[in-house]
C-alpha cells in the first residue's frame, strides 16, 4: 500500500515491508477529528485513501483551512520529527483509510535511508514556501483576490476551461480564505453576474479569466 506514496518513492521494496510491519491500518468515517492542535501524539499518517483538511481554530471557534490533502499524502511529519505538539488539526472530508507510523519507527528509517530523509526535507520546505505565500496573501489582498486564487488553485483543465470539482461550499471557501461566508457569497454572486464563472450543482466552471484586484 506504502509503495504508491509520494514520500516513500525510491525505497526498497524490503525496507517498505520494514515500515508497514510497524504500521497499523485504522478506518475513519467522513467528519472524524483524526488529530487535534496541541495533542502530543506522536505517529506519521499516511492517506491511503479518501480526503482530510487540515485546520486551525481560535478560542471563539472560528477556522481557517491551511490544507487539504488527499490519497498518497501523507501528514503528522513535523510531530513525528520534533517530539512536538500538533501544529493543527485534521478532519477526514469523506470516508478514510490511513497508515499510522509510530515516530520512533519513522524516524529510525529515516536514519537508514538518507533519500528519504531528503525527500521529506523538500517536501517540508515546499510547505514552508506555501504557508509562507498563505500567509502574504492573508495580510496584503483583498477577499475578492483571496477568493479567485483559490478557485483558479482548485480548478483543473476540462475540455479547455478550468473547472473546480465538487464544488466547495460558501463555508468551505470562506474557512480557506479568512473571509466571512456572507463575503464569499457576495463574491461569489458578484463572479457569476460579471459572468466569470459559472456556478452549477456539482462544480464551477471557470468561463474567463478572472479579476485580480476590484
Known amino acids: 500500500m506504502l509503495e504508491r506514496m509520494t514520500i516513500f518513492a525510491g525505497l526498497h521494496r524490503d525496507e517498505i515491508g520494514a515500515i508497514e510491519h510497524c504500521a497499523v491500518v485504522r478506518h475513519f468515517p467522513k467528519n472524524a477529528v483524526v488529530v487535534i492542535e496541541g495533542d502530543g501524539s506522536d505517529a ?37 520529527l520534533g517530539e512536538t505538539p500538533r501544529t493543527a488539526s485534521v478532519m477526514t472530508l469523506e470516508p478514510s ?43 496584503l489582498l483583498d477577499v475578492y483576490q483571496r477568493v479567485t486564487r483559490l478557485l483558479l488553485k482548485l480548478a483543473v483543465e476540462q475540455d479547455g476551461k478550468p473547472v473546480v470539482n465538487q464544488r466547495p461550499s460558501q463555508q468551505d471557501i ?41
Request: charged share 30%; net charge positive; glycine share 10%.
Open 44 to 80: 506519521l499518517y499516511a492517506i491511503l485513501e479518501g480526503k482530510v483538511k487540515v485546520y486551525l481554530t481560535d478560542e471563539r471557534g472560528r477556522e481557517i483551512v491551511v490544507n487539504i490533502k488527499e490519497a498518497g499524502d501523507y501528514f503528522g511529519e513535523l510531530a513525528a
Open 97 to 139: 483509510k490511513f497508515a499510522i507510523v509510530p515516530a520512533a519507527d519513522f524516524r529510525a528509517c529515516l536514519k537508514r535511508q538518507p533519500d528519504l530523509a531528503m525527500g521529506v526535507i523538500r517536501a517540508m520546505a515546499r510547505q514552508i514556501g506555501q504557508l509562507t505565500g498563505d500567509v502574504r496573501d492573508l495580510a
Open 174 to 214: 470562506a474557512n480557506q480564505t479568512g473571509a466571512s461566508r456572507e463575503m464569499v457569497g457576495r463574491v461569489m454572486k458578484e463572479l457569476a453576474i460579471g459572468g466569470y464563472i459559472t456556478i452549477e450543482d456539482k462544480r464551477i466552471v471557470i468561463e474567463k479569466k478572472l479579476p485580480t484586484g476590484w
